[in-house]
């Protein structure tokens, strides 16, 4: 009877906790998993959005195969990448800095963090007057005597890309702190005391004892922020809708999305999407594999 009791109590405590999820998991099944599961045998056609479509195999990719342009998409998207080192060491060191009990400290981290949540055709506003070739920053730049001329931080082919990584790494910043804080704030304080006591310094104890408990969040956070790198879009599509200057920033998300809503040819932007996610699956793959092998599972 006893038994009995328990398994009801657990049976209706899952039930309560599906209750609460199932709306935001009739939302992902609407919104997320039917289109990607539609998209895939979409790629396969060669539709348009109007009149009928025509199975033809694996001409769509074949077609991204033999578009420069496809290519140039998806090199942009890796270098995006770049920004994930980036961000997680910043990350962490701002984590650390926020991980005291200061006065203000609670206020300063939601500052931090406001740029995850801010819509980003408001901060798209924001920067493309930053960034202007009149804008705030060739001002200061130029006050100060470190520029004579104004820079085309969005309008120079050689300039964009970087300009865009950094917007992403400003905006990315804060739910990457937040996820080390968590990490930090549960450390066992007593190895950290021990350290100090035995004569380590605060950088020694941070290297030797905090990074290598981190591991496990220092794993997840590469994970996330490499899926986010390659799949970015936006950013790209808030501040620089047409990839230019002469593709500069054209990136595989935004060159998908152009062939669908801009060319109506949904069948090769499912077929460029199927392709993305490989690359992205590939990459997610080899940090998942490097961070088992480099012991940054919970279980080693």
Same mark, same amino acid.
């Given at each position: ?22 709306? !935001?998991?009739?939302?992902?099944? #609407?919104?997320?998993?039917? &289109? ?6 979409? !790629? ?19 077609? !991204? ?54 819509? =980003? ?20 730049? =130029? ?6 001329? &104004? #820079? ?25 702190? =937040? ?9 066992? &304080?007593? =190895? ?58 054209? #990136? ?17 932007? !499912? ?30």
């Amino acid at each position: 009877m006893r038994l009995d009791g328990v398994l009801k109590r657990r049976i209706r405590e899952n039930l309560v906790a599906y209750a609460f999820m199932a709306p !935001a998991l009739i939302v992902l099944a #609407v919104f997320v998993f039917y &289109p990607i599961i539609y998209s895939i045998p979409l !790629a396969f056609y060669d539709y348009s959005g109007i009149g009928e479509s025509h199975y033809i195999g694996f001409d769509n990719f074949i077609k !991204a195969f033999h578009d420069e342009e496809f290519w140039i998409a998806i090199r942009h998207s890796i270098q995006f990448v770049l920004v994930v080192p980036i961000i997680q060491i910043l990350s962490i060191l701002l984590a650390t800095l926020v991980n005291k009990k200061l006065p203000g400290i609670s206020i300063f981290r939601v500052l931090i963090y406001i740029p995850v949540v801010t819509s =980003m055709i408001a901060v798209s506003i924001i920067w493309n007057w930053i960034f202007d070739e009149g804008g705030v920053l060739n001002a200061i730049l =130029m006050n100060i005597g470190l520029l004579k001329d &104004p #820079v085309l931080w969005l309008g120079d082919a050689n300039l964009a890309l970087f300009t865009l990584m950094f917007i992403t790494i400003w905006q990315g910043l804060g739910y990457y702190m =937040m996820l080390y804080l968590a990490g930090l704030q549960s450390l066992p &304080p007593e =190895m950290e005391e021990a350290a100090i006591i035995d004569g380590a310094g605060r950088i020694k104890t941070f290297i030797k004892i905090k990074i290598p408990l981190l591991k496990p969040y220092v794993w997840f956070c590469s994970l996330m922020s490499v899926i986010s790198a390659v799949s970015v879009f936006d950013v790209v599509f808030a501040i620089k809708d047409d990839g230019g200057p002469d593709n500069a920033t054209l #990136v595989a998300n935004l060159y998908s999305y152009r062939k669908a809503f801009v060319n109506f040819e949904f069948g090769y932007s !499912a077929a460029v999407g199927v392709l993305v996610s490989i690359v992205i699956l590939a990459l997610s793959v080899f940090v998942f594999i490097y961070g088992r092998r480099g012991g940054m599972s919970n279980n080693e």
